[in-house]
């Protein structure tokens, strides 16, 4: 299964993960680890002549995603990769959508009285952006300009040779993050990765406002030989209001400072500057987060220790049944989207930090 309905179900399963029953969360995890490719009798048509003629490309594919496939090739002596979007993917946004807002009702997967609307609203405008190539090597570049460091590598992209549809990037080697070559590493250089990726985040957040919402292992290389984390994909990149990001800051900002009144006074300004319809006991709320926020306000959290998740899970589901949520703060949906795969990320790598004196740095009076 391809397209734009693979990706929304993702996108919308953050919402309703402690709703979903667990065919559904097995539909979900299937499709994200599908990897089936178009043949290359069909995919090189997509191609224009003229990038055919200045790269050398194989037709043999190196990975595959809902929207597209990333292809080798040479261009000017140097090796780079092809992302190659699927014929019809932006076509069928509209439709894919009405599908999914479809299964979800006829699986009563949430309480009907949640207003879904903004949310598929949000997810519709975050697709089309993460299918315009474009837009997205800009922001290659601009990570790329931002962040190169001894720490990061971000590849240098080729735009006279990408176009909408196709994004041509220099080709870099290295290892996934969920690869038996990362889990066979030494612990302390997997906590020394996870610390990056943790920093990282923090930068997207305090300092350059743009944030990769999909914090996927499929999205890092790490280079052995460099000592380098290698960002490898840009399409879920997003910027934000100033005054979003600012709220966002001080929410992080509580739970780092163990501010009652912050977490309350910003969560409460966070949805009065939205059209969300909620009702919570923010006593509740607050306890909740003390709680998913545990890994960022004590010394040091061993992350390969699965109680926390568990429990995280269990109060989740009862903090949101609690509540009467009516209109979901859709502004925010990108930013939790994040934190989610961050702290998947971090229990993919068994890590082991303090990431308490990570944010510090960050953190300002």
């Avoid at 919402?15 to 559904?24: A, N």
């Avoid at 879920?236 to 912050?262: C, G, H, M, P, W």
């Avoid at 429990?311 to 009862?318: D, F, R, S, W």
Wanted: negative net charge; aromatic residues 10%; charged residues 30%.
């Amino acid at each position: 299964m391809k397209g734009s309905f693979v990706k929304a179900a993702q996108m919308l399963s953050l919402y309703g993960e402690h709703f979903l029953p667990k065919e559904m969360k097995d539909f979900i995890s299937q499709v994200q680890s599908e990897g089936h490719y178009l043949e290359w009798s069909k995919l090189k048509n997509l191609i224009p002549i003229e990038v055919h003629q200045k790269i050398d490309i194989s037709s043999e594919p190196l990975a595959a995603a809902s929207i597209g496939q990333v292809h080798r090739g040479v261009y000017q002596g140097q090796e780079v990769v092809l992302k190659i979007q699927y014929e019809g993917i932006r076509q069928a946004i509209d439709l894919d959508l009405r599908l999914l807002k479809l299964l979800m009702r006829s699986l009563r997967i949430l309480p009907k009285k949640i207003n879904l609307d903004p949310i598929y609203d949000e997810i519709k405008k975050n697709l089309i952006r993460e299918m315009d190539y474009k837009e997205e090597l800009a922001t290659q570049v601009k990570f790329r300009d931002s962040l190169q460091s001894d720490q990061y590598y971000i590849p240098k992209a080729y735009p006279e040779v990408s176009t909408e549809n196709i994004l041509v990037s220099e080709y870099c080697s290295g290892a996934l993050l969920s690869s038996s070559q990362i889990k066979n590493l030494s612990q302390d250089k997997k906590n020394d990765i996870a610390r990056r990726i943790f920093r990282l985040f923090f930068l997207e957040l305090f300092e350059l406002n743009l944030i990769q919402t999909d914090a996927h292992p499929g999205n890092f290389l790490f280079d052995k030989k460099t000592d380098k984390l290698i960002l490898i994909d840009f399409g879920s990149v997003r910027s934000f209001d100033d005054a979003i990001i600012k709220k966002y800051q001080n929410l992080i900002k509580s739970f780092y400072l163990d501010d009652e009144t912050l977490f309350k006074n910003t969560f409460q300004d966070m949805l009065d500057s939205t059209e969300a319809i909620v009702s919570i006991d923010l006593n509740d709320l607050w306890e909740y987060c003390r709680f998913v926020t545990i890994p960022i306000r004590q010394d040091e959290f061993d992350w390969s220790d699965s109680t926390h998740a568990e429990e995280v899970y269990k109060k989740a589901q009862k903090t949101i049944l609690k509540a009467d949520v009516k209109t979901p703060p859709h502004q925010f949906l990108f930013i939790d989207r994040k934190v989610v795969g961050l702290f998947f990320l971090m229990k993919t790598l068994d890590a082991k930090f303090n990431a308490k004196n990570i944010l510090a740095e960050f953190i300002r009076d």
